[in-house]
């Protein structure tokens, strides 16, 4: 234990895993679900706990013998948290230290922008320089109908059959996105075997026989519907096709008696935010991300009882 202006706080103790035993994978999930009970928002998003889940690599906070945070690096961006009833004892602080040193460089979602997590970024002298809208609109009020270029054809995902062909549309689609352009077969297979897939709600336009767009639709655990991922390859921009599979994705989770839909939009996607309003969506919270320069050579004070 160490005293700091009168208060007493443990010597933290950071521990990074190529693999989680199945205990450390209940008790890092434990950690998220708390988090988001206490804050109202996921700490984490969907790839970091499809990897806490598959006991995947993680960098671990203890606070004596319980777990006080967890944190998922991929590449350079990470995503970290700290359980309500370890806060503001430096655990967050050991964990973006710890990260940071793992990846030379770093990119750290802040789901919601709470408080302590722009505090934290703040005094680490990360800068924020992205950002994800989260729009939403309800499903009780009228959708105008799709309409579709002459030759497009629509249809629903097959599930063993399309998933190569969707993973060549999707990278064209997002060349320019750090995420989701660089998904892999490996990636859209993992999410087919969620509860939450559905081949119905994916939806598939294709021209003389190629994919040139798709809508995949999810249902969270709440009830509520989301655009997952639209996406239009580059060489059949200009056929309106982002506004009419958005329409035809909508109409579908409309037809499941849903109360609201809900999105994500990068802050910099004008374009994509202006359709989006138009089909009467509005921005509700927001996602950002903080960027960290490469850290100072290593001292032994620099992360407090770091262990790799």
């Known amino acids: 234990m160490v005293r700091q202006?009168?208060?007493?706080?443990?010597?933290?103790?950071?521990?990074?895993?190529?693999r989680l035993t199945d205990d450390e994978v209940r008790a890092a999930l434990a950690v998220t679900e708390a988090a988001a009970a206490a804050d109202g928002v996921r700490p984490l998003g969907?790839?970091?706990?499809?990897?806490?889940?598959?006991?995947?690599?993680?960098?671990?906070a203890r606070d004596?013998?319980?777990?006080?945070g967890v944190g998922v690096l991929d590449g350079d961006a990470?995503?970290?948290?700290?359980?309500?009833?370890f806060r503001r004892r430096g655990h967050g602080r050991a964990l973006a230290t710890a990260l940071l040193e793992r990846a030379g460089s770093l990119r750290v979602w802040a789901h919601g922008e709470l408080p302590g997590a722009v505090a934290l970024?703040?005094?680490l002298g990360f800068v924020r320089f992205r950002a994800l809208w989260k729009m939403r609109r309800p499903l009780?009020?009228?959708l105008p109908e799709a309409t579709w270029a002459e030759g497009v054809r629509l249809r629903t995902f097959d599930v063993g059959a399309d998933e190569d062909a969707w993973v060549r549309v999707n990278a064209r689609a997002f060349a320019d996105h750090p995420e989701q352009g660089a998904w892999t077969r490996a990636d859209l297979e993992r999410r087919e075997r969620e509860p939450w897939f559905s081949p119905e709600g994916f939806f598939l336009a294709e021209r003389d026989g190629e994919l040139i767009g798709f809508h995949w639709t999810k249902v969270h655990e709440g009830g509520i519907g989301e655009v997952y991922v639209v996406g239009v390859d580059p060489a059949a921009?200009?056929?309106?096709?982002g506004r009419a599979l958005t329409l035809a994705g909508l109409h579908h989770l409309k037809a499941q008696g849903l109360p609201t839909?809900?999105?994500?939009?990068?802050?910099?996607?004008?374009?994509?935010?202006?359709l989006y309003e138009r089909l009467g969506f509005e921005h509700f919270a927001t996602d950002a991300m903080y960027r960290a320069p490469a850290p100072s050579p290593r001292t032994d004070s620099a992360t407090d009882g770091a262990r790799f």
């Open 140 to 142: 009780d009020t009228a």
């Open 64 to 68: 004596g013998a319980e777990l006080a």
């Open 121 to 123: 970024a703040g005094s």
């Open 78 to 85: 990470a995503e970290f948290v700290v359980h309500p009833a």
């Open 5 to 18: 202006q009168g208060i007493t706080l443990p010597i933290v103790d950071v521990i990074a895993r190529k």
């Open 46 to 60: 969907e790839s970091s706990l499809l990897r806490l889940r598959d006991g995947g690599g993680a960098v671990l």
């Open 261 to 274: 839909v809900m999105l994500y939009a990068d802050e910099s996607n004008t374009p994509a935010i202006s």
């Open 237 to 241: 921009q200009g056929l309106g096709l």
